[in-house]
């Protein structure tokens, strides 16, 4: 397993994609945080409603994690791409050669993209603290807040990162074919789901359902200090745990179906 | 051309053995009952034409293509079930599997961790291979001839007992070929077992011991490529062919007229011929072996009715419906 894992690590660090993905990532990340930083205000108090005014906190935390929304959706691509190209460059055919136990093929792949996936992840957040607090502190406004809020919600958007390059991953094992799995999932992940998910949870027998969405149990898992916003339509949502879970649970779905498959496909 | 049996001294190469191994994709039976011994430590040559079903074959005994029916097995186990399979069995499949932004070294370097051999490996056989000074370029500047190079390094990774290739040759220039000749005859004196598939008999006529040849997925004939050739013919070139066939065929010879002034003769003696047409004063302008039988032993073999290729779609045997016939 150790060396099936290593040829994993190998194989993403000796193409110039891990470089070219780290790219997009760092300017996204850096450039939607700091035009958000820059031109969102707090939101006011609303006397009318009972809601107090944003804390600079939480106006922080909303601003870091703003981008997150095409982050997730850079390193889902990056775990589907960690396959998809063996198989669109038949390299498929000597990663089995090399190691015919397919099912640990792929166990190698997981654990190799957590360590990218940490690592795109980091990058990421990294790169929209830096920009972020570079326009917010220029504001006069405060860049950490109070306590340990902020931390703790950078590190629940990398959990999130990482979760859904995870869910690339899976996909990609489920299909083979690198630009329809691609297209497929951007195209669920960015547009169908959030449609989807708004709908029904806008209708009373949708709520219970819609609350388990990718999408929902993302905002789940970066929201929930969120007291102040939005709660003039209070939605029900997951803890972190079950939002971080939810994504587990989607990731091992597609990776095991996936998988399965695999070992019983041929590789011609 | 080495006929005889070499098992080296330090003969370690294993047996494959392919038992009633049958492939359908569909209605298409691309392997047919296919069943044949690969012995340890010589150099078999798979042959076939296009289409045969010699991929489809080796990609099964490599755990690649799941068999529809019998078994492929390396030693007695499926190649799945080898504890570490690249230093067992090396393989090369097609030149074209390899990644184009990956350098030719960092290709072998990422097999070498799977199989857990020493990088110190890789840069021994890019040198063994002839590719050292490619080894820094991305594999997709390479040309054919290296990409069928890098593959083969990447079979010798493991320094495995069973070489499999599928059609090595194809893409290399005569220079090419004529080194992989030679590579090939020296791995086979380390003791190697070595299945060697091609399209062409007369690209691995020289370096093989034995041969298996498919047609249509099914087993054409098999055994020591000495036994093809069969008894070794003369070909002569005279004025007077007749008066010659007859005082060779009083001297107990098979002959066999092939042309307006050429006769052939089965015979290994090619001085007992010129002898002959000496006694008789006739002039000789052509005494050589005849060494055409294989190819169209192989062309025979494969090109009869039965065996007639199924990929090209005008010369399809109609198997049920004859020509004219109302359903």
Sequence with gaps: MGAAIRSELRKIFTTRLWWGMAIPIVLLAAGVTALLAATSEPEKANPDLGVPAMSQTQFAINTYTGAVGLGYLLTMCVGIVAIGSEYRHQTITSTFLAVPHRTRVMAAKVVALLVTGAFYGLLFVVAAVAAGAAVLSSRGLSTFGEGFAVPRALLLMLLVLGLWALIGLGAGILIPNQVAALMIMVGIAWILEPILGGVLASQDWGEGVSKFFPSRATQAMLSQQSTGINDSVPVERLSWPAGALVLLAYSALLAGIGTWLTTRRDVS | ?327
Excluded: C
Aim: net charge negative.
């Design chain 2, 1 to 327: 051309m080495t006929t005889a049996p070499t098992p080296s001294p330090t003969s370690t190469g294993a047996r494959i053995e392919i038992a009633g191994l049958t492939k359908s994709f569909g209605d298409f039976r691309a392997v047919d009952d296919l069943s044949f011994v690969v012995e340890p430590g010589r150099v078999t040559g798979f042959l076939g034409p296009n289409g045969a079903g010699k991929t489809t074959t080796l990609r099964m005994l490599l755990g690649l293509i799941r068999p529809s029916a019998g078994s492929a097995t390396i030693d007695g186990r499926p190649y799945a079930e080898l504890d570490n399979p690249m230093q067992v069995v090396g393989s090369a499949l097609e030149a074209t599997s390899f990644h184009p932004g990956r350098t030719g070294r960092d290709h072998l370097r990422v097999l070498a961790a799977a199989s857990r051999v020493p990088d110190a490996r890789v840069d021994e056989l890019l040198e063994l291979v002839g590719i050292a000074a490619a080894a820094g370029k991305r594999a997709g500047t390479y040309s054919m001839g290296m990409r069928q190079r890098l593959g083969l390094a990447a079979a010798l990774l493991g320094d495995p007992r069973v070489l499999i290739l599928d059609e090595p040759a194809n893409g290399l220039d005569p220079e090419g070929i004529r080194w992989l000749r030679g590579f090939l005859r020296h791995l086979s004196t380390e003791g190697k077992t070595i299945l060697v598939s091609s399209h062409l008999l007369n690209e691995v006529e020289q370096t093989v011991d034995d041969v298996v040849i498919i047609a249509n997925g099914r087993l054409v004939q098999q055994g020591p490529i000495s036994t093809l050739h069969g008894d070794r013919r003369q070909l002569v070139r005279t004025t007077d062919p007749d008066r010659l066939g007859a005082a060779l065929g009083e001297d107990g010879l098979l002959v066999v007229r092939t042309g307006d002034d050429s006769l052939e003769v089965t015979s290994e003696d090619a001085r007992r011929i010129g002898d002959t047409a000496l006694r008789l004063g006739l002039p000789i302008y052509e005494l050589r072996e005849s060494r055409s039988d294989l190819e169209d032993l192989f062309f025979q073999l494969t090109s009869a009715p039965e065996n007639r290729n199924r990929n090209l779609g005008a010369t399809e045997p109609t198997t049920d419906v004859q020509p004219g016939e109302v359903q």
